[in-house]
Each structure stands twice: as structure tokens, then as C-alpha cells.
């Protein structure tokens, strides 16, 4: 243990080199040459430490990569982490990388290239330390996670559903908490058809398409909590075409949220039958939707791996507990198969996404070596993991 953290607070200077060379560099997801330089980077840099590496290209996307590392016992690990972040073109130039007191502030430090690199030195120090009781460790860059990961996922699924279990490596929380349970994400559109008519002269002919939605979204609403830990959000409406006319369609995007299967089931088929409760005579109502991510619940085997996350810490000298979140990531979609996952495995960081976005400077090297040991207690805890997930 005290080998491994030696080599990655050896390892500090060359990290933080390595952080500022990937946070430097636009790479939001639609920005296909962004994305690649960085994917090309990391891929030289897993070839240099002697990792097979496999090119998965992509069209409209990034391309993907897979590192492996083969061992010579038995077991295979997924890792996971993405290339991508949500700025556009000049947010690199405009504020890059920057020590801030005991933060590190830049675009994509804590979503997520802080724990993109966590990943390679975990493993360049369990290489290091000459570890090989494993049968292989597969680390998977994926290029659109920022946007739910819908190229991507078809690549990593069916690599992540021969795994035993798996690492995804976004910040552990502000206050140091992994992830070990996300909701599940359903989006719905809820479409309503009216008929038109001169608002001050003839209403009575028309059908108020605008008054219906209005009607659905409190029935949306009022599912809140219809299933422990649902919870039902109308983010976006739209509808009518002038003040005078009265509206023949609206439409509002509704974000659904749900902490377990069963929750998911229950949501969706309450969701599919408000249409059912016309309130407004002459409309009619269309619910489109479904599931984008599959909840991630704190299982037996999720909550093994949480404990063993915890007893490496507690050899590292410190404390590291566990939360649920309402975001998603690639875990839910690993959850979603099968696999026991843990998430929340990089640096300590927050304010994803806004110009304020950091990694506290001190965690990066305590939750790199606790990566590094987990991994080693996946592998030897393997066989009580497999029985957790019968």
C-alpha cells in the first residue's frame, strides 16, 4: 500500500503536466477533432505504458478507445471515463487550467479528465508494483458521454457484460462521497391537439390545446412520489401561435426520475394513462417517451464493492462514504446489464459545467492510490462478488 502511494505522489508533477495538457483543448462533444486529439493522447500514453490499445471510430462523434491490460490470474474489470466535456469552441483559450488556493480550476478538471487520468496512474502504479493477480483490467474512453452516451454505449455494453464488475470514474462529490446508487432517467413529451378558432369571436368553436396541457402537467405533478423516490418535472412548454387565436397544439417535455425497476415501471405506465383523463372536450393527448438510463440501485454486490472502497481508504488513512445521486452516467447504463459498478471514483471536485467547474488539488493523490487498491481488492474478493450477484 505504502509503495503504491509513494509511486503516485512520485507521480504528482507529471500528473498535473498531464492534467493541463487535456483540460487545454476544447473537446465538447461535438467537436470531433477536439474529442480525437484528446482520445489520441491518452491512447499514445497507454501504449507507452505498455497497455493494448483498440480503436473504435465513430462518424459523427469522437472516436472510442479500449486499453487493456492483461494479468496472469482471473477476473476482468471495467473501468470507464469519458473524453468529452460541455463547453464550446474557446472556453479552453478563454480560461485555462488554473491553481486557484487548494483548487484546480479549468473546463473538464472534475467532469471528468481529473479522473480519466485517476484511471491510467491507478494502473501504471499497480504496474509499477508489479501486481498481475488479475485476469485482465479493460479501461474504455468514451467520447459523448455529456450527451447520454448514445454512440458510445453501443460499443462498451456488450465489453462491460462479460466484466465482473466495474469502475466509473467521475468526481467523487464535493464532500468526498462516492456514488454507489444514481436514479434512472426517463424524458416523456406529452403532445396535445386542439382546434383553432378566433379567440374573441367564436371560442366556443374551438378546443384549447394550451388549457389541456395545463391540465396534464398537474397530473404529471401530482405522480410525484407515487413510488418511493419518483419524482416528475415539466421542464419545457410550448404552444399557440397568437394571443387571439385560440391554441390548436402545446407540448411539454417532462423529466422523470426514479430510484429502482420497479419505480421505472410504475412511473411509466401512470405517465401513459394521464392521456386517458381528457379534461378539455375536442382534444386529444399523445405521450411519447421512455427510460434513456436504467436506475442504478444500491444492490448486494454495489454494496460489497462500496465496503472494500471504504476499507482501502480506511489503509489510506482516511474516511470515504457513499451517496445516492439523481444524476446519470455510463453506471446506470452498466447497472442497467447486470454488472455491479461503483462511480464517484475520481478526484474530489464540483460545479460541473460552469465556469467555476474544480479538483481540490489535495485529493489527487489519496483517491488515485484508493482506485488503485480497490482494484486490487476487486480481484481478490472476486468469487464473494460473483456469489453477491446470483
Known amino acids: 500500500m505504502n509503495q503504491i502511494f509513494s509511486f503516485i505522489e512520485s507521480s504528482r508533477a507529471a500528473y498535473l503536466n498531464d492534467l493541463a495538457a487535456l483540460v487545454n483543448v476544447d473537446c465538447g462533444t461535438h467537436n470531433k477533432m477536439g474529442v480525437d486529439w484528446v482520445g489520441k493522447w491518452i491512447a499514445a500514453r497507454c501504449r507507452e505504458w505498455n497497455f493494448d490499445v483498440e480503436l473504435m471510430p465513430l462518424t459523427a462523434r469522437g472516436d472510442c478507445y479500449v486499453a487493456r491490460w492483461r494479468g496472469h490470474g482471473s477476473g476482468k474489470l471495467f473501468i470507464i471515463g469519458h473524453l468529452d466535456t460541455v463547453y464550446p469552441d474557446g472556453v479552453a483559450a478563454s480560461r485555462p487550467m488554473k491553481f486557484e488556493g487548494k483548487k484546480i480550476l479549468g473546463p473538464g478538471t472534475c467532469d471528468m479528465k481529473a479522473g480519466v487520468l485517476a484511471g491510467l496512474y491507478a494502473m501504471r502504479a499497480l504496474q509499477q508494483n508489479k501486481f498481475d493477480s488479475f485476469g485482465e483490467i479493460i479501461y474504455f474512453f468514451n467520447s459523448d458521454e455529456e450527451i447520454g452516451s448514445p454512440e458510445s454505449q ?3 455494453l456488450p465489453i462491460v457484460k462479460e466484466c465482473d464488475a466495474a469502475l466509473v470514474l467521475e468526481a467523487a462529490r ?7 446508487a444514481r436514479k434512472g432517467v426517463a424524458h416523456y413529451l406529452i403532445k396535445v391537439k386542439g382546434k383553432s378558432a378566433h379567440a374573441g369571436v367564436e371560442p366556443e368553436k374551438g378546443a384549447n390545446a394550451i388549457l389541456e396541457l395545463s391540465n396534464q402537467i398537474i397530473a404529471a405533478h401530482k405522480l410525484n412520489g407515487i413510488y418511493n423516490g419518483v419524482t416528475v418535472n415539466a421542464g419545457i412548454i410550448g404552444g399557440g401561435t397568437r394571443a387571439n387565436v385560440v391554441p390548436d397544439e402545446a407540448h411539454a417535455h417532462v423529466d422523470v426520475r426514479m430510484v429502482d425497476p420497479e419505480g421505472m415501471r410504475v412511473i411509466s405506465e ?16 399523445e ?13 448486494k454486490a454495489g454494496a460489497f464493492l462500496t465496503e472494500l472502497a471504504q476499507q482501502a481508504a480506511r ?15 455510463d453506471a446506470n447504463m452498466i447497472a442497467g446489464v447486470g454488472v455491479p459498478v461503483l462511480d464517484g471514483l475520481g478526484p474530489v471536485g464540483g ?14 493523490v489519496p483517491r488515485t492510490a484508493l482506485l488503485a487498491e480497490l482494484i486490487k481488492k476487486i480481484f481478490a474478493n472476486q468469487e464473494k462478488l460473483k ?3 446470483r
Open 154 to 156: 453501443e460499443l462498451y
Open 315 to 329: 489503509e489510506l488513512s482516511f474516511e470515504v462514504k457513499d451517496a445516492a445521486t439523481g444524476g446519470a452516467s
Open 387 to 389: 456469489s453477491l450477484r
Open 351 to 364: 460545479l460541473d459545467h460552469s465556469p467555476d467547474e474544480y479538483i481540490e488539488a489535495e485529493s489527487i
Open 270 to 285: 401512470a405517465i401513459q394513462k394521464l392521456k386517458d383523463n381528457i379534461t378539455v372536450k375536442g382534444t386529444s393527448v
Open 174 to 180: 464535493a464532500n468526498g462521497d462516492i456514488v454507489s
Open 287 to 299: 405521450i411519447v417517451g421512455e427510460a434513456n438510463f436504467p436506475p442504478m440501485p444500491k444492490n
